[in-house]
């Protein structure tokens, strides 16, 4: 059988969980199946047309934050129309259901992966939140399968649609480092640094960090604590903009980072990792912390506890709540050891690769 990839930036992932999801299910499933990976031509300097027995097609795509995507994957499945016709198509995120009409008409097999509720996101507007939940809507009557990352994604289609999904969450892996090099490049000491990992927007909170970050130093002004957030948007952004004013000796925000060493050494060594997604399923950047000895702070929604249960603590979204969850772990009053342990066992046991792959493998052998 032939799987066409259709929906993300493409292979090497370089940018979010959609695109690690790709490469590390191709890779586990490429020698039972012919693999065809859309990539988006601007976003790679080099371009093979293979990796790992990969397929890697590169197309253009439109450079407007509302139209990049949906123009890339309208080219992709043109192309596989033209040049994999006996394929099915894996496509990845619900934005994309209209681009999808074609393959339907020519009664293709299509799964969707849905990801998370982009219409709750603040940085669409009226018309960009309208089409996303529209775009869901239609997923829904488009495609053969629903994935759903989560129970809780799962189980808003089935009470908004009245739509059964397939459930495969994100993996991830255990990652520990015994170099502190990166620490020193920092300035930054094991355990006296909180850190976020996250993209510089709303629904993710990172100035609700900042905020509470400075309110404790001002009410511990001898920590010696600081806080370090990377990432940034690929976008315009008044929001991304402010963050960035608040820099400083103790705010230390690096931009984008995708060296894996440097980002292992850094969760691995923080006092706690912050997660302010509050929009979304199973998110791979919560899976990663898990998977590498952070103690974690995340954002009290249902996504986040269904993910880590007992491996944090939570807090609400205001100052006072994640202000409290930071006294707690820097005065010790929480039990950082239990939690890690729960969340490096998680891992092994529900978020690995190697499970995820089959089940991707399985779905999509049976649609």
Same mark, same amino acid.
């Given at each position: 059988m032939k799987f066409l990839f259709i929906g993300t930036r493409g292979i090497p992932a370089?940018? #979010?969980g959609f695109e690690i999801c790709v490469q590390e299910v191709a890779k586990r499933i490429q020698n039972t199946h012919e693999i065809v990976v859309y990539a988006r031509r601007g976003h790679y300097f080099k371009r093979p047309n293979s990796i790992d027995n990969i397929q890697i097609v590169y197309l253009p795509s439109l450079k407007l934050k509302s139209f990049e995507t949906l123009s890339h994957t309208f080219l992709s499945v043109l192309h596989g129309l033209?040049?994999?016709w006996s394929a099915k198509y894996m496509v990845f995120n619900p934005a994309n259901s209209f681009a999808l009409i074609l393959p339907w008409i020519f009664r293709k097999k299509i799964a969707l992966n849905v990801d998370g509720l982009e219409w709750k996101?603040?940085?669409?507007?009226r018309f960009g939140k309208i089409y996303f939940k529209l775009a869901a809507w239609f997923s829904t009557k488009i495609s053969d399968t629903i994935v759903a990352d989560s129970k809780g994604m799962a189980e808003y289609y089935k009470l908004k649609w009245n739509t059964e999904s397939r459930l495969i969450e994100y993996g #991830?892996?255990?990652?520990? #480092?015994?170099?502190f090099d990166n620490l020193k490049n920092f300035d930054l000491k094991r355990n006296k640094y909180i850190l976020q990992v996250t993209r510089l927007e709303p629904e993710n909170n990172p100035l609700l960090t900042i905020q509470a970050f400075k309110k404790f130093k001002l009410d511990n002004p001898n920590s010696?604590?600081?806080l370090i957030i990377i990432g940034d948007v690929p976008y315009k952004s008044n929001y991304s903009n402010n963050i960035k004013k608040e820099k400083r000796n103790d705010i230390i925000l690096p931009g984008y980072l995708y060296d894996l060493n440097i980002l292992t050494e850094l969760?691995?060594?923080?006092l706690a990792y912050i997660h302010g997604n509050q929009v979304g399923g199973t998110n791979p950047a919560l899976l990663e912390a898990m998977g590498s000895y952070s103690f974690i702070i995340a954002r009290d929604v249902n996504f986040n506890r269904e993910v880590l249960e007992n491996g944090g603590i939570y807090y609400e979204k205001n100052l006072e709540s994640l202000l409290h969850c930071l006294k707690l772990t820097f005065h010790e009053k929480v039990n950082r050891k239990k939690a890690i342990d729960f969340s490096i066992n998680k891992i092994k046991k529900y978020y690995n690769w190697d499970r995820i792959a089959l089940n991707y493998k399985e779905m999509l052998e049976n649609i």
């Open positions: 370089n940018y #979010s033209v040049f994999h996101r603040d940085k669409w507007n #991830s892996y255990i990652n520990k #480092s015994i170099n010696n604590l600081k969760r691995n060594n923080c």
